[in-house]
């Protein structure tokens, strides 16, 4: 008796974090979609966001969502894949031991600290180093590569790890050298866990809100090069919420809830990758 | 005629690289820390985490988003562990693969992945408005704990499933039900595993800044109640540079946070690795 109550119990709570998926997919939909009926997607895909004229175009922040991504995986896939590498496969154990855990412990540091370093440091060096406002897309790319860093060593770290050693005595025995080994065998063994990295990374760099408002510079409109200022989805959200009311704050919620499409989509992928390995 | 590398120059070539690529990430992640340090320490004294903030975080200290920040985190924590713990006991010991375990997981994987933007939105529409609770140290708690369930759930996961069958065997074999097995025997040996889970979500909790800010709102007062507003440490910080209020007293509170973070997770790293060398 007492069993079967507590795994009635049980399975309630158990529907926690897929009941508040559910919640949260609910009333940001709720809030956000109505609006797009309301004013048409050809109002809400446009180039002009002038929330005062009943103007609510996101086109321009969904380019600078995207530029700022890719910006971060140039910078976050070569230097987090050749950690990932040279720790799984040319570190002594040691090195292995000490490095990771400290890689993972920075990914516990919060992102307004980013940020922060990127007002003090990284603004003003490329404001007298390239020009422009320092406030830039260049900025935020090099901010948020460092920040999907630990990500992208992380997950690709243990899927090069899992890689059966045999596969690495086979190769040594045929002649191949270490990097011949890590090139034609291990990457391509490692491939779905590598990729489901990036693609997490991905994720968290489009998501990311408060280190891109502090050095993007938000200005509305579409950057023609590097050293442009930038608005993303996500800072146009966390800058106007405070505010926001009526029609205004429901563009928000429908910001978000583009976003939120993007975000789960990129997840899914991931998960099914990973899934799918094992 | 062409040049080749040769197999055994392109392996040192490859070697060299990596070291640099690596040694620049560690550098670039150590700089980080090592700046904020740098200038914040002078600024650390027991008036600043004593004293009251004053004049919008120019002057005093910031004793008020400590206090905010436990408030938040703790409320956090109670709701989200037995929610997370309760999903991880459910999915290691009750399902058996299936779907159901499957719509289970797939929440918990997805609900890790979101933004905390999203959730900011989230709190602010559902607890603040809808559910009337106002900016407050309610409505950040709860959208906290909203965030944390999936770390919680996936590490107290493992640490269950790391759990000798034997033990379970052992337990029904002297007549224990499986809620006693699960009480008396699953539990206490996971909790280390489990708290490190506890432990990983109060590091996210502290350093979150978008969900907060917009559920708890950015009150410098010092809280009462659960109905407070109160500005935590993170939202703190991002004002004071943000706004450029003041970025001596912005370094000293971003020392702070990352002394306190770091703190959080080196002890969730010790015990996970105490634990796994003991069952793994």
Same mark, same amino acid.
């Given at each position: ?105 920075? +990914? /516990? &540091? ?6 922060? *370093? %990127?007002?003090?440091?990284? $603004?003003?060096? =490329? ?68 990729? +489901? /990295? &990036? ?6 760099? *489009? %998501?990311?809100?408060?280190? $891109?408002?502090? =050095? ?63 | ?280």
């Amino acid at each position: 008796m007492k069993d079967k109550i507590a795994e009635k119990l049980l399975l309630f709570i158990a529907f926690s974090a897929i009941g508040s998926l559910l919640l949260i997919t609910f009333f940001i939909f709720q809030q956000g979609i109505p609006l797009i009926f309301k004013i048409g997607l050809g109002n809400f895909f446009s180039m002009h966001w002038s929330p005062t004229r009943g103007q609510f175009g996101i086109l321009s922040m969904i380019i600078g969502s995207l530029m700022v991504t890719v910006g971060a995986l140039i910078v976050g896939i070569p230097f987090g894949l050749a950690c990932a590498i040279y720790l799984a496969e040319f570190s002594s154990k040691m090195v292995q031991k000490t490095l990771k855990p400290i890689i993972e412990l920075l +990914a /516990g &540091i919060p992102s307004v600290v980013y940020g922060f *370093i %990127g007002i003090v440091i990284l $603004v003003p060096f =490329i404001r007298t180093h390239f020009g422009g406002p320092g406030f830039s897309v260049l900025a935020s790319s090099i901010i948020l590569g460092i920040m999907i860093l630990p990500t992208i060593v992380s997950i690709s770290y243990d899927s090069l790890i899992a890689v059966p050693n045999t596969y690495r005595e086979g190769s040594y025995a045929l002649g191949a050298t270490k990097w011949q080994t890590v090139v034609k065998l291990l990457i391509p063994a490692a491939r779905s866990g590598i990729v +489901a /990295g &990036i693609i997490l990374g991905m994720g968290r760099a *489009i %998501g990311e809100t408060m280190a $891109v408002i502090m =050095i993007a510079g938000n200005a509305l409109k579409i950057p023609h090069s590097i050293l442009d200022s930038v608005r993303t989805l996500t800072s146009t959200i966390a800058l106007e919420l405070g505010y926001a009311t009526g029609d205004h704050r429901a563009a928000l919620f429908a910001c978000g809830a583009f976003l939120f499409i993007i975000i789960i989509t990129l997840n899914i992928i991931a998960i099914r990758i990973t899934g799918r390995r094992e | 005629m062409t040049f080749r590398i040769g197999p055994r120059t392109s392996q040192i070539i490859a070697h060299i690289i990596l070291l640099l690529m690596t040694i620049v990430t560690v550098i670039v992640l150590f700089f980080i820390i090592g700046y904020v340090f740098k200038n914040g320490f002078a600024q650390l004294s027991l008036e600043f985490l004593t004293d009251r903030t004053r004049e919008m975080g120019k002057e005093g200290g910031i004793l008020p988003s400590i206090i905010g920040t436990l408030f938040i985190t703790v409320l956090a924590i109670i709701i989200a562990t037995p929610l997370g713990v309760g999903s991880a006991v459910y999915l290691v010991e009750y399902t058996r693969g299936g779907l159901l375990r499957k719509i289970i997981s797939f929440g918990a994987d997805c609900l890790a992945g979101v933004p905390s933007i999203i959730f900011g939105l989230f709190g602010f529409i559902f607890f603040v408005i809808q559910l009337k609770l106002g900016w407050s140290i309610l409505s950040g708690s709860l959208t906290l704990a909203v965030m944390i369930i999936p770390t919680i759930i996936r590490t107290s996961e493992e640490a269950i499933k790391a759990v000798p069958q034997s033990y379970r065997e052992i337990s029904y074999s002297l007549g224990g039900g499986k809620l006693d097995t699960i009480l008396k025997v699953v539990l206490p040996t996971s909790l280390p595993g489990i708290l490190t889970g506890v432990i990983l979500g109060i590091g996210r909790a502290i350093g979150e800044t978008a969900a907060v800010i917009f559920t708890a709102g950015s009150s410098l007062n010092m809280p009462t109640s659960v109905f407070s507003s109160t500005r935590t440490l993170a939202v703190h910080f991002y004002i004071l540079a943000r706004e450029g209020i003041s970025m001596p007293k912005a370094y000293g509170t971003a020392t702070v946070l990352i002394i306190i973070i770091l703190f959080v997770n080196l002890v969730a790293y010790r015990l996970m690795h105490r634990f796994m060398a003991k069952y793994y």
